[in-house]
């Protein structure tokens, strides 16, 4: 077959003069998606033969692969939608866009402005025009408002040229599972609005790669501050010795995709950045203070272990979550979220929740300063008091920010879902967080919606596999009580008491509060459909 290579609709000579015609700017960073999408697509010839086969469809004679293909707008005045490649034959049009580190785009809704753009509105129209002309069917402009701006000027770009058969293509590279899922169910999205129609398919191509040396000294210069790397990134890819590509996957979009394929449901910005939060927060590790006070009273550690039973530790436990979950009210929070009840906030919006958990944060670690600030002014003695109090605020912290997702302690895993998290927050190193997080997880399964179930429990799998020595429920709660003992041991000082008090209990109260929210929205998520794991 013979392929001819052009560069904004027209004709070069070969491929360095496709990469010649890119602008200097394209190749500053090593992370536009220009670098990956290039190197892939350097061997144009095999490349083409192979996603023939991805998309089972006979490999045509002659064959102009366009890079920055333009397409004017139809309608209204504006800039012409730029497709990073475009294959076209007398049969077939596949548009191809590729995905690395960019931002995800402002929706339709957002792009139109309010109030609404009027020229805008005209340029969005003629767009969906091109759609309709090449499916045949009509539209309401208004179905696209959630969709992502640039996908439906692309979907448009993908109808403009005449063909028989066309293919809408998002080539991802090198992404995190979540970019991916929010570019899955965008597609996925776009084919429920136009129906399953014969003259179009859509495609997601996942495409992972190993970074050679010279790519990761690009990007450590990036990182260190230089912005203009535009000779060495471009000295790359005409040397095509910067990306090793691995094996593609292929996933054709349907409207509703299949159950354990993927998520079905749209990943909002907001819950992007939350998964994105989440996942920091997993990471971080535990406070230079925590970690240090660890290690200082290690022997004090080990005589209380040697010591207190574990079963007085569990019972204290078990009378304290109980005692905690009796002090949860939950009518203001129906108030102020404006339900008749807690369960609705299961599917109310994870931003309402959010917000519903923030004050009720906020109000545990003024409390916990105020009590831990009047008992540690009496020293040693205090403590008696202060311990057991701050232990059943901690707990009822955790119910109460479980009551802002939808979740009341109903059955034993809730329970033990709830001392999971009070552990993971007092955490003094990385071993005991990936340990209690490990178990959160598997408790987060068992609970978790039958749908989602089956897929969350390989996920975990994997996890447990590699987490041999995850500490047992009964151990997180006896490492929980030492860690607030040796947090608060500087109380007993009465000089320094009231300050120590009032400081180690707000700030307990703080990390508890942050593990409670973190481990709850991320359960929303899951039980939601949004995303698998985290």
Not at 200 to 217: A, M, T, V
Request: net charge positive.
């Amino acid at each position: 077959m013979e392929i001819r290579l052009a560069y904004e609709n027209e004709f070069v000579a070969d491929f360095n003069s496709v990469v010649d015609s890119f602008k200097p700017a394209e190749f500053k960073s090593p992370r536009r998606s220009t670098v990956p999408l290039l190197l892939y697509w350097k061997d144009y010839l095999a490349r083409f033969q192979e996603l023939c086969k991805f998309l089972n469809i006979e490999t045509p004679s002659h064959l102009t692969a366009c890079f920055e293909y333009k397409v004017p707008v139809q309608l209204g005045r504006g800039k012409a939608s730029h497709t990073d490649l475009m294959l076209i034959s007398d049969q077939i049009v596949i548009a191809i866009e590729g995905k690395y580190t960019e931002p995800l785009y402002e929706t339709v809704k957002k792009w139109l402005g309010s109030p609404k753009s009027e020229n805008k509105t005209k340029v969005l129209k003629g767009w969906i025009g091109l759609i309709e002309k090449a499916l045949g069917k009509s539209f309401n402009y208004k179905d696209f408002n959630d969709l992502a701006y640039q996908l439906v000027h692309r979907m448009a770009s993908a109808c403009y040229p005449n063909a028989d058969k066309r293919f809408l293509v998002y080539q991802c590279f090198g992404l995190e599972n979540e970019k991916k899922i929010y570019y899955k169910n965008q597609l996925s999205n776009l084919r429920k609005i136009i129906g399953e129609s014969p003259p179009i398919e859509i495609y997601l191509i996942s495409c992972p790669f190993k970074k050679h040396d010279e790519y990761k000294k690009m990007e450590n210069l990036w990182d260190m501050g230089e912005r203009d790397l535009s000779k060495k990134v471009k000295s790359g890819i005409l040397k095509n010795g910067i990306l090793t590509f691995e094996v593609p996957k292929i996933t054709k979009i349907t409207s509703a995709l299949r159950k354990g394929q993927d998520v079905d449901k749209p990943l909002s910005d907001y819950e992007l950045q939350q998964i994105n939060s989440i996942k920091k927060w997993k990471a971080e590790e535990p406070s230079v203070i925590s970690k240090s006070l660890g290690v200082i009273l290690s022997p004090a550690t080990w005589l209380i272990d040697k010591i207190v039973p574990e079963a007085a530790i569990r019972g204290a436990l078990d009378f304290s979550s109980f005692t905690a979950e009796l002090l949860t009210d939950t009518k203001d929070i129906k108030r102020d979220a404006k339900v008749s009840s807690i369960d609705e906030l299961k599917t109310e919006g994870l931003e309402l929740s959010d917000k519903l958990a923030n004050s009720v944060h906020n109000w545990a670690i003024a409390i916990a300063s105020a009590e831990g600030g009047g008992t540690g002014a009496i020293g040693i003695a205090g403590m008696t008091v202060d311990i057991p109090a701050i232990i059943i605020l901690a707990l009822r912290t955790i119910h109460k920010i479980g009551v802002c997702y939808g979740f009341e302690v109903k059955t034993k895993e809730d329970k033990e879902f709830i001392l999971s998290v009070l552990a993971a927050s007092g955490a003094n190193n990385m071993t005991e967080k990936v340990a209690a997080l490990t178990y959160l997880r598997s408790i987060e399964v068992t609970i978790s919606k039958t749908t989602w179930k089956s897929m969350a429990q390989k996920v975990v799998q994997k996890k447990m596999s590699k987490e041999a020595g995850v500490i047992g429920i009964r151990n997180l709660g006896k490492q929980l009580g030492i860690n607030l003992t040796k947090r608060k041991a500087l109380q007993a000082i009465p000089a320094i008491g009231a300050l120590v008090g009032a400081s180690a209990n707000g700030w307990y109260i703080k990390e508890v509060g942050w593990a409670a929210r973190r481990a709850f929205q991320e359960r929303w998520l899951i039980d939601n459909g949004k995303t698998i794991d985290i």
